[in-house]
């Protein structure tokens, strides 16, 4: 597992200051999205599938303005956000 360079350093959210680290990881569970297991840290395996990583970037988001909500509710509501941003036309590296 690589870490790549990222162009978000951090983030502050209601649950304090996490750190982002994009990882390059061959290893995982079928190229699975990584979570902040780590307290303070968001890591976040890039996809080929867009669509699929502005839901784990949604997901992970949400875990921070929310740490109490359970995980069913939390992967439920970030994917119906992450479906409303690439409806309304979000997409990574457009300006």
Request: proline fraction near 4%.
């Amino acid at each position: 597992m690589t870490r790549a360079k990222s162009p978000l350093k951090s983030i502050t959210l209601s649950s304090g200051r996490f750190r982002i680290t994009r990882v390059d990881c061959a290893g995982c569970v079928q190229g699975r999205k990584l979570s902040c297991k780590v307290r303070g840290e968001i890591n976040i395996v890039p996809t080929t599938n867009k669509k699929d990583e502005l839901d784990t970037w949604v997901h992970e988001a949400m875990h921070g303005e929310f740490p109490r909500m359970t995980e069913p509710r939390i992967a439920k509501a970030a994917t119906n956000l992450a479906r409303l941003l690439w409806r309304v036309g979000y997409r990574k590296g457009r300006q």
